[in-house]
Each structure stands twice: as structure tokens, then as C-alpha cells.
């Protein structure tokens, strides 16, 4: 039998109760209270788990602030390069810049920074033959910075004829990539990855790589043959670059000062 709508009648009778009498309306007013305790607990859960990230960055980057209120972690990176310098300078007085004092963990600058919140500096010399030809600091505020030792380097000096001449072959750098502290723990540790390398240094420990190009591209030199191949690489005119990383420890900033010395 197929299906027929609804009639008038049957509808009107299913609106009604038992024994015709009419349902219940539901209460708006109480329909709006549900709805308005409904919102007010959502309220009331989104700020808490607003609080609780809040708190879950507040409290690290508090204790962080507290552990270098007044000290910082020093790195020092240090270049040694065979032939990176290709001219003398008539004369030449020192790079203004850095002065680094290991012993007394101090540090001289031309102008002091403003040290607040810095919890890591990243001091870099490069020295080719006894000649300085750059240093740098970094201050960081993260405890991450970038350091670009594959980026070319200038200096120039006046020659005879009182034209200017470059003294920096950067083709003689031997640089693996750029370095990165990737992190700066409180205890100060860093995590560094240095090209392809990753590795981590505690206050008072350092690493060392020795790179030679030769005919057949760049090349490793273990640390136990540093000293027959470093000369071995010098008498065939192979240009080797040494690059020493130091986690120096947690340093004064009573101690970085302006001037020409620490």
C-alpha cells in the first residue's frame, strides 16, 4: 500500500498528549542559563590552558634570565690558516676591535653593549703567518647565533705606490660551512653544528679540525696526524685550515669594559 501523507487530523493528534492534552513548551529561560553555563565553562577552559602555556614559556625564559643575570657563556673560534694572507703591510698596527683576556675572563670593546638579557657571546679571530686579518664578537639574547666563516673576508693595506692591496686569498680558507650555536643551556653547555658536524661543548672543554685542499678537493686530517701532514701539506703548497672551538664558561659582565684592553 503506498505511503500517504499525514492528514489534518493525525497531526493535530500528534501534537498533543496523553488524552489530548497539549505538550509542554520548553522553558527559554532555562534553555538560556544551560547555554550560558555551557559558555562560561569554555570560558573558563580556554583561559586556563591559556595560563598553563603561558606559564610553560614564563617560567624557562625566568629562570634563564635569572641564571645570566650577570654572566654569559664565552665561545671563542679561533682560524689558523697557512696562506691566507698573500701580501705584508709596510706597516700595520693591530685590528680595532676585540680584546679577549682568557685568564681574567674579561673582555674589551670600542663601545659596551647594552648586556641585559645576552647569555652567550661568540668571539672569532682569523690569523694567517702571524698577521690578525679579522675578529668579531656576537652577543646573543637566545642562546643561538650564526657565525658565516665561508662568507669572503677583505683586508687591505696601502702599497708602495700608495695604491690599495688585498691581502686575504680567501681561495686559502679552508672552511667547512658556517657555524651554529644551536643552543645555550643553563649550566652553560652548547650545542654547535659546525657544516656538517653536530656536537656539544661543556665549560672547559674544546674541539679541533684540521682541513687540507688538495688536488682531489677538501680533505680531513685526523688529530693524531696533524703534525706529518700539516708539514707534509706545507711543503707541497697545499693551503690547511685549522679551526679551534672553546666553551671558555660563564663569564663576568662586570668584566666586558670599553677601551683598547680588558
Given at each position: 500500500?503506498?505511503?500517504?501523507?499525514?492528514?489534518?487530523c493525525?497531526?493535530?493528534?500528534?501534537?498533543?498528549?496523553?488524552?489530548?492534552t497539549?505538550?509542554?513548551?520548553?522553558?527559554?529561560?532555562?534553555?538560556a542559563?544551560?547555554?550560558?553555563?555551557?559558555?562560561?565553562l569554555?570560558w573558563?577552559?580556554?583561559?586556563?590552558?591559556?595560563?598553563v602555556?603561558?606559564?610553560?614559556?614564563?617560567?624557562?625564559?625566568?629562570?634563564?634570565?635569572l641564571?645570566?643575570?650577570?654572566?654569559?657563556?664565552?665561545v671563542?673560534?679561533e682560524?689558523?690558516?697557512?696562506?691566507a694572507?698573500v701580501?705584508?703591510?709596510l706597516?700595520?698596527e693591530?685590528l680595532?676591535?676585540?680584546f679577549?683576556?682568557c685568564?681574567s675572563?674579561?673582555?674589551?670593546l670600542?663601545e659596551?653593549?647594552?648586556?641585559m638579557?645576552?647569555?652567550?657571546?661568540?668571539?672569532y679571530?682569523?690569523?694567517?703567518?702571524?698577521?690578525?686579518?679579522e675578529?668579531?664578537v656576537?652577543?646573543?639574547?637566545?642562546?643561538?647565533?650564526?657565525l658565516?666563516?665561508?662568507?669572503?673576508?677583505s683586508l687591505?693595506?696601502?702599497g708602495?705606490?700608495?695604491?690599495?692591496?688585498?691581502?686575504?686569498d680567501n681561495?686559502?680558507?679552508?672552511?667547512?660551512?658556517?657555524?651554529l650555536?644551536?643552543r645555550?643551556?643553563v649550566?652553560?653547555?652548547?650545542?654547535?653544528?659546525?657544516g656538517e658536524?653536530?656536537?656539544s661543548?661543556?665549560p672547559?672543554?674544546?674541539?679541533?679540525?684540521m682541513?687540507?685542499?688538495?688536488p682531489?678537493g677538501?680533505r680531513?686530517?685526523r688529530?693524531s696526524?696533524?703534525?706529518?701532514?700539516?708539514?707534509r701539506?706545507?711543503?707541497?703548497?697545499?693551503?690547511v685550515?685549522?679551526?679551534a672551538?672553546?666553551?671558555?664558561?660563564l663569564?663576568?659582565?662586570?668584566?666586558?669594559?670599553?677601551?683598547t684592553?680588558p
Amino acid at each position: 500500500m503506498p505511503a500517504r501523507p499525514l492528514g489534518p487530523c493525525f497531526m493535530a493528534r500528534a501534537a498533543q498528549g496523553p488524552e489530548g492534552t497539549p505538550l509542554p513548551k520548553p522553558s527559554r529561560g532555562r534553555s538560556a542559563k544551560v547555554k550560558e553555563r555551557i559558555r562560561s565553562l569554555s570560558w573558563k577552559g580556554a583561559t586556563a590552558a591559556s595560563l598553563v602555556l603561558l606559564l610553560a614559556f614564563a617560567v624557562p625564559a625566568g629562570s634563564r634570565l635569572l641564571a645570566f643575570k650577570d654572566r654569559y657563556v664565552m665561545v671563542t673560534v679561533e682560524e689558523s690558516s697557512t696562506g691566507a694572507v698573500v701580501s705584508w703591510p709596510l706597516l700595520m698596527e693591530r685590528l680595532p676591535g676585540v680584546f679577549v683576556d682568557c685568564s681574567s675572563s674579561s673582555l674589551a670593546l670600542p663601545e659596551k653593549p647594552g648586556l641585559m638579557g645576552v647569555c652567550l657571546a661568540l668571539y672569532y679571530s682569523a690569523v694567517s703567518q702571524g698577521i690578525e686579518f679579522e675578529d668579531s664578537v656576537t652577543f646573543s639574547r637566545t642562546g643561538r647565533a650564526k657565525l658565516s666563516l665561508d662568507r669572503p673576508v677583505s683586508l687591505t693595506t696601502e702599497g708602495q705606490d700608495g695604491s690599495p692591496v688585498e691581502m686575504v686569498d680567501n681561495r686559502a680558507r679552508v672552511i667547512a660551512g658556517p657555524l651554529l650555536v644551536e643552543r645555550t643551556s643553563v649550566d652553560g653547555a652548547v650545542c654547535l653544528r659546525y657544516g656538517e658536524t653536530r656536537f656539544s661543548l661543556k665549560p672547559g672543554e674544546s674541539w679541533a679540525e684540521m682541513l687540507a685542499l688538495t688536488p682531489e678537493g677538501v680533505r680531513a686530517i685526523r688529530a693524531s696526524d696533524w703534525d706529518v701532514e700539516f708539514h707534509r701539506c706545507i711543503d707541497k703548497g697545499y693551503p690547511v685550515t685549522r679551526l679551534a672551538i672553546a666553551n671558555r664558561g660563564l663569564w663576568p659582565k662586570a668584566a666586558v669594559k670599553a677601551g683598547t684592553s680588558p
